[in-house]
């Protein structure tokens, strides 16, 4: 069982197994939220997709607070590094296992710089394989070919991807990729945060019933369980 806590944005906590997973920790800064107190975020792990502000903006605060190990591309970790923060895991594209379960960095079709200008590595998303649930979360990317190869590593559960259009996939590219990594549901993420990625909710879910599949639009602040 996976219980999802929506923080905003593509900011989310998968609690799995008792590994409490926060990715994108971007709160503070989001014109949707008018009171958050950082402090109470508890996490065992971070995980960033890449180095744009709207996904890493609190990183450097939440890491402080919870110690939790900041698993990010090579380049993401030695920034976070060089910002006086060392429990990091540096990666690049491929596989590894951690206590959580094995983890799968994959390509995102996006760009990847961090706040001050420096080169954050390639964009990507994970995939996350326990012994009791499997998930994707796709970062920032548009459809791609690659994510057909996805079940070849897991055979989801969920899908977080984004559906806001602008910067990503809209939520009609969504369900092709639900389509490409055989995954009927779906957590939406990155829309209404700007002006730019505004979407229809009513217009999303029902083209994602037309097509047979299940689209969840998490309400910030609450958590839902992702069932098997
Ligand atoms: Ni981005
Ligand atoms: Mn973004």
């Keep these: 069982m996976m219980e999802f806590t929506y923080y905003g944005h593509s900011c989310f906590l998968i609690e799995i197994d008792g590994n409490k997973i926060l990715f994108d920790p971007f709160i503070s800064g989001n014109p949707l939220i008018e009171e958050f107190y950082l402090s109470t975020i508890k ?4 995980l960033i997709s890449h180095g744009h502000e709207d996904h890493i903006a609190d990183l450097m605060e939440i890491a402080k607070n919870t110690k939790a190990l900041v698993i990010a591309t090579a380049e993401i ?3 976070v590094v060089n910002q006086g923060y060392e429990n990091v895991h540096p990666i690049n594209f491929g596989s590894k296992s ?4 094995d983890l799968y960095f994959v390509p995102a079709a996006h760009s990847s710089s961090l706040p001050d200008g420096s080169y954050g590595g390639n964009p990507g998303g994970f995939v ?3 012994k009791n649930g499997a998930f994707y979360y796709a970062g920032d990317t548009c459809l791609t070919m690659d994510m057909q190869l996805i079940p070849l590593y897991a055979d989801l559960d969920w899908a977080i991807l984004p559906i806001g259009g602008n910067f990503t996939m809209d939520y009609k590219d969504a369900v092709h990729c639900s389509e490409f990594i055989k995954c009927d549901k779906v957590v939406g993420v990155h829309f ?5 990625i505004e979407i229809n909710h009513e217009h999303a879910k029902s083209y994602f019933n037309e097509k047979g599949k299940k689209l969840v639009l998490p309400e910030i602040g609450k958590t839902v369980t992702l069932s098997k």
């Design 128 to 130: 996350v394989k326990t």
């Design 43 to 46: 996490a065992d792990y971070i």
């Design 98 to 101: 951690f206590p959580f379960g």
């Design 192 to 196: 209404d945060t700007f002006g730019f």
């Design 77 to 79: 970790a030695d920034w």
